[in-house]
T-cell receptor
Framework: GAVVSQHPSRVICKSGTSVKIECRSL??????MFWYRQFPKKSLMLMAT?????????EQGVEKDKFLINHASLTLSTLTVTSAHPEDSSFYIC????????????FGQGTRLTVV | GDSVTQMEGPVTLSEEAFLTINCTYT??????LFWYVQYPGEGLQLLLK?????DKGSNKGFEATYRKETTSFHLEKGSVQVSDSAVYFC?????????????FGKGTKLSVKP
């Protein structure tokens, strides 16, 4: 099946620094990728939809200046958490789809971000 | 808006026990329905899906039937194993949505004891 790779799997950073998370579709082209955030003991919440070659679409309540998304190619989307704070610590997961309303989504392995 | 509601966990079972995890969805449109599984420390993996009413998705001994009349997609397995310990998420796309955007339930943690 299709493979989505996310890197890094774990990262610890100091408060105030920025962290970049990469999401790659390894064997297919993804015009659209999705970024989710998973809070402890809660479900995944969609943060934004990343569109290749255009601006990302952010969900209500997600700060676009804090969570910068770039989708420069059909196989790579990046999420940069800027000026990270401890409350940004979370599990971030990306997904990509082959397209179509019944198409299944392929998820990356997730990134555990810890801000100290 | 669209939503997915699944039973809260955690669920603790002994090996070989029968498993049911309930999931209901808001009845807007005729969405495809999914079950995803997240093993400890890993990302989500598609477990099974159904695309229309009365379809039954199945994989690794797990089954779920798309019930339009009850707007349900309950996950079942006849005999669980320790290796099935994971968090299970029911999901659907938003009404009119495409391209793999999904709405997830809150997840149900399953622990299987030997």
């Amino acid at each position: 099946g299709a493979v989505v790779s996310q890197h890094p799997s774990r990262v610890i950073c100091k408060s105030g620094t920025s962290v970049k998370i990469e999401c790659r579709s390894l064997d297919f082209q993804a015009t659209t990728m999705f970024w989710y955030r998973q809070f402890p003991k809660k479900s995944l919440m969609l943060m934004a939809t990343s569109n290749e070659g255009s601006k990302a679409t952010y969900e209500q309540g997600v700060e676009k200046d804090k969570f910068l998304i770039n989708h420069a190619s059909l196989t790579l989307s990046t999420l940069t958490v800027t000026s990270a704070h401890p409350e940004d610590s979370s599990f971030y997961i990306c997904s990509a789809s082959l397209g179509g309303p019944a198409s299944k989504a392929f998820f990356g392995q997730g990134t555990r971000l810890t801000v100290v | 808006g669209d939503s997915v509601t699944q039973m809260e966990g955690p669920v603790t079972l002994s090996e070989e026990a029968f498993l049911t995890i309930n999931c209901t969805y808001t009845a807007t449109g005729y969405p495809s329905l999914f079950w995803y599984v997240q093993y400890p420390g890993e990302g989500l993996q598609l477990l099974l899906k159904a695309t229309k009413a009365d379809d039954k998705g199945s994989n690794k001994g797990f089954e779920a039937t798309y019930r339009k009349e009850t707007t349900s997609f309950h996950l079942e397995k006849g005999s669980v194993q320790v290796s099935d310990s994971a968090v299970y998420f029911c999901a659907r796309p938003p009404y009119g949505g495409s391209q793999g955007n999904l709405i997830f339930g809150k997840g149900t943690k399953l622990s299987v004891k030997p």
